[in-house]
């Protein structure tokens, strides 16, 4: 039989990356595509909570989530520029050809590319994957393989997600390709040890 565990692991802490990360990691989804209602993991219980309904008309194109056991600390500050990362897990999108459309899983992503996103002068950089072992997409290996209005869209949803009326929080600075998307990565893998693993908090 099988191991198994009696209590289910916190999804930030408590579940591995995965054997081939940065390549390809495992990761939590938290909102599927097209989601009015904004859901995020909740730090303290590990469980799925709303944040928010989305304000606007902005509606996330691709499966939206976080690697485990990354964090956006002083490490990805440094690759951004920026003072400090924001403080969260690293989010991953991931694109399928076929509908997934439940949240609170896990499933297996091949980096490919990302966005550096900068929110309120905190680096909270969006890294851009697919569906290991996708019958459409599965062998991409590069943002650029993939069709420029995917790109665009996904972009556009991040540049208004947190859009009001006079006011706009977030910038995209750049996109980038697979080689600084495993930078980014490893860099927030190595701050979860340097500053949440060694502090005791999974």
Partial sequence: ???????????????????????????????????????????VSGFLKVDRPQRMNA????LYGFIPQTYCGRGIA????TERGDGDPLDICILSERAIDR???LLRARVVGGLLMVDKGEADDKIVAVLDGDAVWGEVRELDALPAALVARLRHY???????????????ESTYGRAQALEVVR??????QAE?????AC
């Fill in 158 to 172: 991040f540049e208004t997600y947190k859009l009001e009326p006079g006011r706009n929080p977030v910038r995209i």
């Fill in 78 to 81: 440094a690759l951004a520029g």
């Fill in 103 to 105: 949240a609170d899983i």
């Fill in 187 to 192: 860099t927030s893998l190595a701050d979860y």
């Fill in 1 to 43: 039989m099988a191991r198994f565990q009696a209590f289910r692991p916190h999804p930030w802490h408590g579940i591995d990356p995965g054997p081939d990360a940065p390549d390809v990691v495992t990761a939590y989804v938290e909102i599927t595509p097209y989601s009015t209602v904004k859901y995020e993991v909740d730090k």
């Fill in 59 to 62: 509606l996330p194109p691709m």
């Fill in 196 to 200: 949440i693993a060694t502090l005791g």
